[in-house]
């Protein structure tokens, strides 16, 4: 059987999240029959590098994040010639830097929202968009550092202040309506999962502390706009490049009525593998056991030069 070393933990604002997944993910492969060497991972590459000899026959990145998800690691994956899980160096970075997704996925015909890089003086001396809009990271996942500022909000200038995230930030006008995603296997769109938070909008808590949202499976809206959320992932999927397993994030405006219009958010090339994760729900819906998922992304799994 095969020997499968897990890479888990990180050094992103994902770390809990990551060894949420990977712990997951170690008793999955130990149950499907995978010599399973777990390796969590800190900010010491060489020792992450030491724990790889001898050479696994493949690494499952259950890492997220920075580092993790964002082309790094799988830059030196393919460096040590070991085949790893999910997506490669390119199309890792690209879905990371949420601009130069946005450009990927409208040059496919996919629809996004309208957006504006903008530094961080300026978002404290006032609004770059008309309220509501929403403020993000470039880069980071799990809605870290996301925040949407409605009419009467005075949290401008300390998010400003605060940010954490770099020199810039990138706002988008907030989108009415429902959040919807979509796991993708391959070349396969799986189910539409409608996103309920318990409490305001799906943040990090709402993602995985639980009974932090509800997820409905397939969700409840209109069968044209469903399958063409579907489509509009595997068109992310193909046009970042992606391998493995993704998921995509939606926007749907169904304020008008339906069939609502779409909008691509995202594509997480990492999806989570913890208890309250949307793709191994998806899955399961799909009929495919959390332990076989695993196991298909590792037999999945190659270098992706």
């Known amino acids: 059987m095969k020997s499968v070393a897990v890479l888990y933990g990180g050094i992103s604002a994902e770390r809990e999240v990551s060894l949420a997944s990977g712990r997951q993910v170690i008793a999955a492969l130990a149950a499907e029959g995978y010599v399973v060497r777990p390796i969590e991972v800190g900010r010491d590459l060489g020792a992450v590098i030491a724990a790889l000899d001898p050479a696994p026959d493949v690494v499952f990145n259950a890492l997220h994040g920075r580092f993790g998800e964002d082309g790094t690691i ?7 010639g070991i085949p790893y899980t999910h997506s490669g160096v390119r199309a890792s970075a690209l879905a990371m830097d949420k601009v130069a997704a946005k450009a990927v996925f409208a040059a496919a015909g996919i629809p996004v929202a309208a957006h504006r890089l903008v530094g961080l003086d300026e978002l404290a001396e006032s609004d770059p968009l008309p309220r509501p809009y929403v403020v993000k990271p470039v880069n980071e996942g799990s809605s870290v550092g996301v ?61 995985y502390a639980a009974g932090g949202s509800r997820h409905v499976v397939p969700a409840a809206v209109h069968h044209g706009a469903y399958e063409e959320a579907r489509a509009f992932a595997v068109a992310a999927h193909r046009a970042l490049g992606c391998r493995g397993a993704t ?8 304020t008008e009525g339906e069939p609502g219009r779409l909008f691509l958010l995202e594509v997480n090339t990492q999806p989570g593998l913890t208890e309250t994760s949307l793709l191994p729900e998806q899955a399961a819906y799909c009929g495919m056991a959390f332990s076989a998922l695993c196991a298909w992304m590792v037999e999945d799994a190659a270098c992706r030069v």
């Not at 799988?74 to 040590?80: A, E, K, R, S, Y």
């Not at 009467?152 to 770099?166: L, M, P, Q």
């Not at 810039?168 to 796991?183: C, K, N, Q, S, Y």
């Open 247 to 254: 998921r995509a994030d939606f926007r749907y405006d169904d």
């Open 74 to 80: 799988q830059g030196v994956l393919d460096w040590l």
């Open 147 to 207: 925040a949407i500022l409605r009419a009467g909000d005075n949290r401008r200038e300390a998010i400003a202040r605060g940010w954490r995230f770099g020199d810039t930030a990138l706002v988008e006008p907030f989108i009415p309506g429902r959040e919807l995603t979509v796991g993708v296997m391959g070349e396969r769109a799986l189910a539409v999962t409608e996103i309920l938070p318990a409490h305001g909008f799906y943040d990090y808590e709402s993602k």
